[in-house]
């Protein structure tokens, strides 16, 4: 029975996370963006200022949802998160909230956005007071990407490009790494676990399961290009070499979060 | 630009820049199976061919793109 009680209040407090989600960005979005835009012209400093809202709010979310028990969140690696430095983060993308999370500890990071929410009129001031990067144009994309690299700033990419399908192995796009090779940059894996699976890409938003979810954001040490491909090869070469050893990265740090989980009952 | 030149244009440009062997390169030569172009060189190869030609083919009609003969009927589209 006490299980069925626990069940039922996350279930609830599922419903009330999403609720506040929703009620927090149209205060964002129809309130406090409008008037950053009128008071703040400066597109710089109103860059700054935004994301700093954005992760200050996405860190009371975070804070909510542990609150009420919906979910757990364990980081690992912390030592490795510098929110200045520049550098590409990437990471695997099992959930909704893994990118909440992940603002939430690199408030200033760029990141991409789709061209619909940019234009969506209850968000679209957030993310436009933001400067999030938009995908509606690929060539563009990559050259924005890489462009924001090159002026000193950090950016977060999941190279999966959507969240993971259950009980398939994940795969990166090459998008990632072509943007880490040709800016030159230092590359942050970060590897995600959510155990039990919730809000993943095909669990409808309600399922709750029977334990809590148990988020594990394990931060690696940041990695030269080099230290991922040492062998001096061709950009195209090394786009593919990079993106198989950032795959290869982020599946070993998943197996060896799920091998820790389990008893070993041959030893 | 006439067909030929163009034709000549995307040889030149998948030979040099992405490793394509000269003979491979036909009209009828699927750009991602034959001539192994991926994602990301595509959308490089669109950047070079709107600085040779002037002409911006759309991301989207790229996707319908499989032939080097596709390639050349996207363009004429424009």
Redesign the interface.
């Known amino acids: 029975m006490r299980w069925y009680f626990e069940y039922l209040w996350r279930l609830f407090g599922t419903a009330l996370c999403f609720t506040v989600f929703g009620v927090g960005g149209l205060v964002y979005g129809l309130l406090i963006f409008p008037l950053i835009f009128l008071f703040t012209r400066d597109r710089e400093s109103r860059r700054v200022v935004a994301r700093r809202l954005i992760g200050k709010g996405f860190g009371a979310f975070v804070g909510l949802m542990k609150a009420v028990n919906v979910v757990k969140i364990r980081i690992e690696g912390s030592e490795h998160i510098d929110d200045q430095r520049r550098q590409l983060i990437i990471a695997n993308h099992p959930t909704l909230i893994d990118v909440v999370i992940l603002i939430s500890l690199f408030p200033q990071a760029n990141c991409v956005i789709k061209e619909a929410v940019r234009r969506n009129p209850f968000m679209g001031s957030t993310v436009r007071a933001a400067d999030y990067i938009s995908n509606s ?3 563009e994309l ?1 050259e924005s990407c890489v462009g924001y690299l090159g002026n000193g700033k950090s950016l977060l990419l999941f190279p999966e490009g959507t969240r993971t399908r259950h009980q398939e192995p994940i795969d990166f ?3 990632a790494a ?1 943007v880490a090779a040709r800016a030159k940059v230092d590359i942050l894996p970060i590897a995600i676990e959510c155990e039990p699976l919730y809000l993943s890409k095909q669990l409808p938003w309600y399922y709750v399961p029977r334990t809590v979810p148990t988020f594990t954001i394990r931060v690696l040490p940041p990695r030269k290009v080099t230290d991922l491909v040492p062998a001096a090869v061709d950009e ?1 070469r090394l ?2 070499e990079l993106n198989s050893a950032l795959l290869e990265l982020i599946r070993r740090e998943l197996a060896d979060m799920e091998f820790s989980r389990k008893p070993i009952y041959n030893a | 630009m006439n067909e030929d030149s163009l034709f000549a244009e995307i040889r030149d440009i998948l030979v040099k820049q ?2 394509v062997e000269e003979a491979a390169v036909t009209l009828d030569a699927n750009l991602y199976e034959d001539l192994e172009i ?4 595509a ?2 190869l ?2 070079q061919l709107k600085e040779v030609t002037g002409k911006k083919i759309a ?1 989207e009609s790229f996707k319908e793109v499989r032939t080097i003969r596709d390639v050349l009927d996207a363009l004429k589209a424009l």
Do not use: C
Request: cysteine-free; proline content about 14%; aromatic content about 4%.
């Open positions: 144009e690929p060539e990559l796009k090459p998008g072509t195209r786009r593919h | 992405f490793d991926d994602s990301i060189d959308v490089d669109l950047v991301p």
